[in-house]
């Protein structure tokens, strides 16, 4: 049992000015804006957050998988802090700066693409993918995209488009981009296999859209708001192989599942598979808006002069976060921390699995874990209201967690790897007091 004290509730959940400033918000703030915990942020140090009240709890969310090397990393803030006190923003199609191209050559240095790449810097992860697809357009001549089933890769039209599930993503947003198509991806718990997703990809082609007309497929090689499903390695071989016969652009996007998440660098080195594009973003620069496309030099190359760009693209300030965010990870050897975060949390897992069958799953790669809840684990019927019950639970115990899936009964995991092996040790008992309380 941990020992450590991190977690510390000094008032009920949520405290008197974390309540106050809710009501400030239902006033001022659009509703759509929905607020998933009542708690309000005055701090955060690595693995936890302080409220507004005085509250300390674990972060087992990471701001959605964009703390990887922990909330306030010092040699990130200070880089930041360096680098704005510099020069804040000149559009880098306009007056360019250095940190854009090192940020660029040691993350092509990186990813697991043969031969020359090019890297092109956006702002958030749909802008990235949008941009993926813009590319993968123009170096094939062809307009459609096939995406998967419970894929998710944002918000934007096109990237709303791509994402596989209505609501609350899609609900009256339509009419949405066309030449966007969607195959099934398998799953080991839920099916279909993985001869089974192959086949229907090949059935799309004679159903849906010829493979001449196919610029690009795009898929996470983790399923992150789909529920933590990870490819197997036969379908990720499987793509590649269709991509190779059809003339089609393998396109990863790593927006969630990069930088150390799965125990690897990117998640597409588990495969052995290159992609000709990756799309990354999130933990890239810890907390910055930056992500980015990184890709095959004939393909990032194809489009013509001007045909990507933006004003607040690769802002100074977000690329020297980055160089840091590379610099800790090598310097602290997160990569292999967080196989043994990874080994510790999927070996609790594993106990609750045993204890309560209604976790009727245990599943992802590294660090990136999930379990899933169901009613009744031989039908498998999800249960979300009991995820969300866990979740509650853990709050009023001090850590921080999220649901996904396409139902929304997973609590996934995307905890700093940078945590300390006592606070994980607290954290992992308060999501088992909270099990415990739920699951009895």
Request: hydrophobic share 50%; with cysteine; glycine share 10%.
């Amino acid at each position: 049992m941990a020992t450590t004290k991190s977690i510390e509730l000094r008032t009920g959940i949520p405290g008197p000015r974390s309540r106050e400033l809710l009501a400030r918000a239902e006033q001022a703030i659009a509703k759509p804006l929905q607020v998933y915990l009542p708690i309000f942020a005055a701090e955060a140090r690595n693995a936890t957050i302080t409220d507004v009240d005085g509250n300390t709890f674990v972060d087992f969310a990471g701001g959605v998988g964009v703390c990887n090397v922990g909330h306030c990393h010092p040699r990130v803030v200070e880089a930041i802090q360096e680098q704005a006190a510099a020069f804040v923003h000149t559009d880098f199609t306009v007056v360019p700066y250095g940190v854009y191209i090192e940020l660029a050559e040691r993350l092509g240095a990186l990813v697991p693409l043969g031969g020359p790449t090019r890297a092109a810097f956006f702002n958030s992860g749909a802008e990235a993918v949008e941009n993926a697809v813009k590319i993968a357009r123009v170096a094939t001549g062809r307009p459609a995209v096939i995406a998967f089933d419970a894929g998710f890769h944002g918000r934007t039209m096109l990237a709303m488009t791509m994402t596989s599930k209505v609501h609350p993503y899609k609900t009256g947003m339509g009419p949405y981009a066309a030449e966007v198509y969607r195959a099934p991806f398998p799953s080991e718990y839920r099916g279909p296999t993985v001869a089974e997703a192959l086949a229907g990809l090949e059935r799309m082609f004679a159903s849906h859209v010829a493979p001449s007309h196919i610029a690009a497929i795009v898929f996470e090689p983790q399923l992150g708001e789909g529920g933590f499903v990870a490819a197997p390695p036969e379908f990720v071989e499987g793509l590649r192989a269709i991509c190779d016969r059809e003339g089609i652009l393998l396109i990863a996007d790593e927006v969630q599942t990069g930088f150390g998440r799965t125990g690897r660098m990117f998640a597409m080195e588990h495969y052995g598979v290159e992609a000709d594009l990756m799309i990354v973003a999130k933990s890239i620069a810890a907390g910055l808006p930056l992500s980015g496309v990184i890709g095959k030099a004939e393909f990032m190359d194809a489009p013509h002069s001007g045909a990507i760009g933006g004003t607040y693209i690769g802002n100074p300030v977000a690329l020297a976060a980055a160089l840091a965010v590379l610099d800790v990870f090598v310097d602290e050897d997160l990569v292999s921390r967080a196989n043994v975060v990874g080994d510790a949390i999927r070996s609790r897992m594993h106990e609750w699995q045993a204890r309560w069958p209604r976790i009727g799953d245990v599943r992802g790669l590294g660090a990136m874990l999930a379990i899933e809840l169901v009613h009744d684990p031989a039908t498998k019927e999800a249960a979300p209201e009991l995820a969300v019950a866990v979740i509650d639970a853990a709050l009023e115990r001090g850590l921080i967690l999220l649901k996904a899936g396409m139902s929304g009964n997973c609590i996934r995991v995307l905890c700093p790897l940078t945590i300390e092996d006592a606070v994980l040790d607290e954290a992992l008992d308060a999501w088992e007091d909270a099990l415990a309380a739920v699951l009895g």
